[in-house]
């Protein structure tokens, strides 16, 4: 490893079948070459240099993996998130090392000189690397990662290399700067990430990469910037309000102006002009990055939400479940015996084809539920602790079914925030989507003017699909301006179907996808008529 060429021919016999074996020796190099003495300083960046560019393909590629099954309690999902961030822990450090040799250094070669913005640029991205990661782990981030921050930025800026666009890794075709990389990292923190999937959060940060260059980035206080952050007191950003006292260190910066850009793909998603494109990472749904793309319009306007409501503390259990499905069980339904304008033979098929039992068989269940600890309420949220036994399906975004001690009524629910302390308990809050939930299914009638009964009529007979799904009141517990969770792929725009509602029955039509889970969607419609 003293040799580029050597260690090439190193790097040339990592184990090509196991990626994390592969990173970890990387990884261990990484470690081995910073703290080597008798080095070069500009062959110690080149080698540096090189294993970076041999980890970042095995990183991406590992980082997707745990994507797929980022639960909490999971010692596969732990274990590769640790191997994750102790790359690109020990690049950071790496990088350091090479930015301290050349502040250090009495003589520097041009080659050397040139590399400073690539290699500044590399550390920024690394120790951002590790801000995502413990974001998505919702963990906190400890002060050394700011103070790394602010150390690789100072110097930027003393060398004048802080706007110096160049590319970070070959074949990237998208110009950034030490200035853009830093914007990057702080933009992602202030995007309300506690409230995003690991895999949003992943798009998120993906996003801003491209965004980046339509945010405000200042050294005195400015209209589009919102945040500061100060680079002599590492520490997280903050809001710019109007108490904040601007001193030299402080910087300010903003995503302001990439709103409206936003607003544009957003338009375009919604239009289907883009069905197939792949910006932001074609491992992504569209419906996926929609949504993210929606967060970021809300959090990185001017105007961010807050919390307002206030939080009662509390200490009782409640009982959790979780998956669409089996929320459609249990809480309060419909029961289709009682259905008049559905026939014996639609209702044999349709309690056949559900694999969802009737309200009067809820007892005969066979469902297992997880004690948690609430800890505070508020008018539409919980606050709470979850178990180191249980959990280990918990995501943002996830639907949970939750019904306090005692109580026979199932309220439905939405994972919104998590944070894991030191200690490694997990607090979580809950939105309240519904108090009085109802569970009912749906007769497929059609789309706009294709109506199925038109079709029945024409070949003389038709066999109705049913779909389940759950009706969500409004504030005031009306469903007059009701929405509905349904399977993951059922919405269609403008798709018409018929309400069972026991003895009663209403035509909807879709009208708009309002939010997405993993096995879910909630959709907004249009009562067509009146109950009959």
Request: charge should be negative.
């Given at each position: ?8 021919k190193l790097?040339a016999?990592l184990?090509e079948?196991?990626p ?5 020796e990387i990884?261990?190099?990484?470690d081995?070459?910073k703290?080597?003495?008798g080095?070069?300083?500009?062959v110690r ?5 090189l294993l970076d560019?041999?980890?970042q393909?095995l990183?991406a ?7 797929g099954?980022?639960?909490?309690h999971?010692?596969?999902g732990?274990?590769?998130w640790?191997g994750l961030h102790?790359f690109v822990k ?11 040799e050349y502040r250090?250094?009495k ?7 040139e590399?400073?913005?690539v290699?500044?640029v ?8 590790q801000?995502?990661?413990k974001?998505?782990?919702?963990v906190?981030i400890e002060?050394?990662?700011w103070?790394?921050l602010c150390?690789?930025?100072n ?6 290399i802080?706007?110096t666009?160049v590319f970070a ?5 998208i ?6 990389e830093l914007a990057r990292?702080?933009?992602l923190?202030?995007s ?7 895999d949003q959060?992943e ?6 990469g491209?965004?980046?260059?339509f945010?405000d ?5 400015d209209?589009n910037?919102?945040y500061?952050?100060?680079?002599a007191?590492?520490?997280p950003?903050?809001?710019?309000d109007g108490?904040?006292q601007?001193k030299?260190s402080k910087?300010?910066?903003?995503a302001c ?7 544009d793909?957003?338009?375009q998603?919604?239009?289907?002009l ?5 910006r932001?990472g074609s491992?992504?749904?569209?419906a996926?990055?929609?949504?993210v793309l929606?967060?970021?319009q ?5 105007d961010q939400p807050r919390?307002?409501q206030?939080r009662?503390?509390i200490?009782?259990?409640?009982d959790?479940?979780?998956?669409f ?6 809480v309060t339904r ?6 008049q304008n559905i026939?014996?033979k639609?209702?044999?098929t ?10 009067a ?6 469902y ?6 609430v800890t505070d309420?508020?008018v539409?949220?919980?606050g709470g ?5 249980g ?5 943002i ?5 939750i019904?306090?001690?005692n109580?026979?009524v ?6 919104r925030?998590?944070h894991?302390?030191?200690?490694g308990?997990v607090?979580?809050?809950?939105e309240?989507?519904a ?9 497929i009638l059609?789309?706009g003017?294709?109506r199925?009964?038109d ?7 038709f066999d109705?699909?049913?779909l389940p799904?759950?009706l969500?009141?409004?504030?005031s517990n009306?469903?007059a ?15 018409l179907y ?9 035509e ?9 889970g993993?096995?879910?969607e909630?959709i907004s ?8």
């Open positions: 490893m003293f040799d580029v060429k050597e260690a090439g790097l016999e184990p079948d196991k994390f074996k592969a990173i970890e990884t261990a190099w990484l081995s070459v703290d080597a003495t080095f070069n300083p500009g960046a080149e080698i540096i240099m560019e041999t980890g393909p990183y590629g590992l980082l997707q993996l745990y994507l099954e980022p639960h909490l999971d010692f596969r732990r274990h590769l640790q102790g020990t690049l950071a450090e790496a990088y350091a090392v090479c930015v301290r250090q250094a003589k520097i070669s041009i080659e050397h000189r590399l400073m913005p290699i500044c590399r550390l920024l991205r690394a120790t951002a690397e801000i995502k990661l974001l998505m782990g919702y906190d002060q050394s990662v103070a790394q150390d690789c930025y110097f930027a800026e003393a060398a004048q802080a706007e666009m890794y070959p074949k990237h075709v110009h950034v700067s030490p200035q853009r990292a702080l933009m923190y202030e309300s990430p506690g409230s995003l999937a690991p959060i798009v998120c940060f993906r996003i801003a491209r965004m980046c260059s945010f980035f200042s050294n005195t206080p209209p910037c919102a500061c952050f100060d680079l007191e590492p520490g950003p903050r809001r710019a108490n904040l601007p030299p910087r300010f910066f903003g102006k990439a709103v409206p850009k936003i607003a793909i957003i338009a998603h919604e239009q289907g883009i069905r197939q494109e792949q932001f491992e992504f749904t569209p996926g990055k929609l949504t929606k967060h970021l809300l959090y990185w306007g001017k919390r307002h206030q009662r503390g200490n009782s259990a409640i959790v479940v979780h998956s499905r089996m929320i459609s069980r249990l419909m029961d289709i015996d009682n259905a026939s014996e639609d209702a044999a349709l309690k056949e084809r559900s694999a969802i039992t009737l309200a068989d809820i007892g005969e269940l066979d297992t539920t997880e004690s948690w600890t309420l508020s539409d949220g919980i602790t979850i178990p180191n036994t959990g280990n399906w918990v995501k975004g996830d639907l949970c079914g019904k306090a001690a109580s026979p199932w309220w439905v629910g939405v994972i925030r998590l894991a302390n030191p200690a308990k607090h979580v809050g809950i309240m989507l108090r009085k939930p109802l569970s009912v299914w749906l007769r059609g789309k003017t294709e199925i009964s079709w029945e009529t024409s070949s003389g007979s109705y699909d049913y799904a759950i969500l009141p409004d504030a009306s469903y301006n009701a929405t509905m969770l349904m399977e993951s792929g059922s919405y269609v725009a403008d798709a018929e309400v069972m509602l026991g003895e009663k029955s209403r909807i039509k879709l009208t708009d996808l309002l939010a997405e993993e096995d879910y909630q419609f249009q009562w067509l008529n009146a109950a009959h």
